[in-house]
């Protein structure tokens, strides 16, 4: 009995042995000197493995609270120590850390008051993560940004929490690199792109695991449906989208990713519906006409579309997408009508449907030309001005636009 009391307080004895350590690596930190520190650090890691090690001792609060402490500690300094990175994994060193102190959280009674040790503990360092991975995100560095948020969601599960927030911002930055990968494959002619594939795939998954239909009044619920968009996960999306739309009907990335989901399963007059009803709520949106015409340009119905883009631009007289895309509209026509008349043999047949397609040509022109008043820069408005003074013999207006092209 004497023997089995006696290596019982042994193990307890390994717990104070390891306190007493880190206090004496804390010391040595505080006098900078780290020959000393990291001596410490690794004594008082034996002596916690120890107490770890033993049933009487292993699943105690305490032991599991120092543990962590001096686990998350060693495996900070390993990962920038080039001598100890031989010995030890720093990878390995902060998950071991991390499941002790989440394990202690859980464990913890008000007996014990680990819990607040334990925040006393974390939050520090989750608010430097956090605001680091801020910065990085500000700065448009999304892959550092990625690793500092995904850290501070760590910190934030040791205390059984989960960090909507920094999921959310996970997944923009995610969002931003899938963007780019996107376009990096474009660029290269690429028809598919395994990355971008990829990230919107972990995308859907960060979004769930954080919950984040409920954050920021429906921004996280619109940023989820167009993950699961991405991913042509239609059964899923249409779940988030009615429960986003139900808590948060105004808001406007909602509606938006509900009329996207209905366009690009060709269901055109849904997507409509979407619209108006939105429209009809909020008339002063040029965002909203905008989609409206997509809709009724899927359905061929371009009379109403050009109705949906005028009003636009009362609301907003220098709305440039508005202006383009009615001349692109009508430029589209007259191109289409002069492609269909040129089989045709018979002169006076030929020349009545020529004279239609210019009536097209004539109606874009006082649209792209206010286009490009806005935007003189835009290459694409002056091309098309381009062709259509090419095509009514403009040639003034030719000559200019072409010189225009020309030097950029």
Same mark, same amino acid.
């Given at each position: 009995m004497a023997s089995?009391?006696?290596?019982?307080?042994?193990?307890? $004895? &390994?717990? /104070?042995?390891?306190?007493m350590t880190y206090q004496d690596f804390t010391k040595a930190m505080q006098a900078k000197d780290m020959v000393k520190a990291k001596k410490h650090l690794i004594a008082a890691k034996q002596y916690i493995d120890l107490a770890q090690a033993h049933a009487d001792t292993k699943d105690q609060p305490k032991t599991l609270f120092y543990l962590g402490q001096i686990y998350l500690t060693m495996g900070g300094i390993v990962a920038n120590d080039a001598e100890l990175k031989t010995k030890y994994n720093?990878?390995?060193?902060?998950? /071991?850390?991390?499941?002790?102190?989440?394990?202690?959280?859980?464990?913890?009674?008000?007996?014990? !008051? @680990?819990?607040?040790? =334990?925040?006393?503990? =974390?939050?520090?360092?989750? /608010?430097?993560?956090r605001n680091m991975g801020a910065n990085a995100y500000g700065k448009a560095k999304y892959d550092s940004a990625v690793i500092y948020f995904q850290g501070a969601i760590e910190l934030k599960e040791i205390m059984s929490e989960t960090d909507t927030a920094m999921y959310y911002f996970m997944g923009q930055s995610l969002e931003n690199l899938a963007y780019s990968a996107s376009n990096t494959c474009a660029q290269s002619g690429a028809k598919e792109c395994p990355k971008a594939d990829s990230l919107w795939k972990e995308i859907v998954s960060v979004y769930e695991k954080g919950k984040v239909?409920?954050? &920021?009044?429906?921004?996280?619920? !619109? !940023?989820?449906?167009?993950?699961?968009?991405?991913?042509?996960?239609?059964?899923?999306?249409?779940?988030?989208?009615?429960?986003?739309?139900?808590?948060?009907?105004?808001?406007? %990335?909602?509606?938006?990713?509900?009329?996207? @989901?209905? !366009?690009?399963?060709?269901? &055109?007059?849904?997507?409509?519906?979407?619209? %108006?009803?939105?429209? $009809?709520?909020?008339?002063?949106?040029?965002?909203?006409?905008?989609?409206?015409? =997509?809709?009724?340009?899927?359905?061929?119905? &371009?009379?109403?579309?050009? $109705?949906? @883009?005028?009003k636009a631009i009362e609301i907003n007289p220098?709305?440039?997408?508005? @202006?383009? %895309?009615?001349g692109n509209l009508y430029y589209n026509q007259g191109v289409a009508k002069i492609e269909k008349i040129n089989d045709i043999k018979d002169n006076a047949l030929y020349t009545k449907e020529k004279a239609a397609a210019e009536e097209f040509f004539k109606l874009a022109i006082p649209y792209l030309e206010k286009a490009r008043e806005i935007n003189p820069k835009d290459r694409d408005?002056?091309?098309?001005?381009? %062709?259509?003074y090419f095509r009514l013999n403009m040639t003034e207006k030719y000559t200019e636009v072409n010189n225009s092209l020309k030097n950029g």
């Open positions: 089995v009391v006696s290596f019982a307080v042994a193990q307890k $004895a &390994n717990v /104070t042995n390891a306190i720093a990878e390995e060193l902060l998950n /071991t850390g991390k499941t002790a102190l989440t394990d202690c959280y859980k464990k913890s009674t008000s007996k014990d !008051s @680990y819990k607040e040790d =334990i925040k006393r503990l =974390i939050i520090p360092s989750y /608010t430097v993560v239909v409920g954050y &920021n009044k429906g921004e996280g619920a !619109s !940023s989820y449906a167009k993950a699961l968009r991405m991913n042509k996960m239609w059964a899923e999306e249409r779940k988030v989208l009615d429960e986003g739309r139900a808590k948060f009907p105004k808001n406007n %990335n909602l509606i938006i990713e509900d009329f996207l @989901y209905f !366009s690009e399963q060709g269901d &055109n007059a849904s997507a409509e519906k979407v619209i %108006n009803d939105a429209i $009809a709520k909020n008339p002063k949106d040029v965002v909203l006409f905008y989609l409206q015409v =997509i809709a009724l340009s899927g359905m061929g119905r &371009n009379d109403d579309a050009v $109705a949906a @883009y005028n220098k709305y440039f997408d508005a @202006y383009y %895309n009615i408005t002056r091309i098309m001005l381009k %062709n259509i």
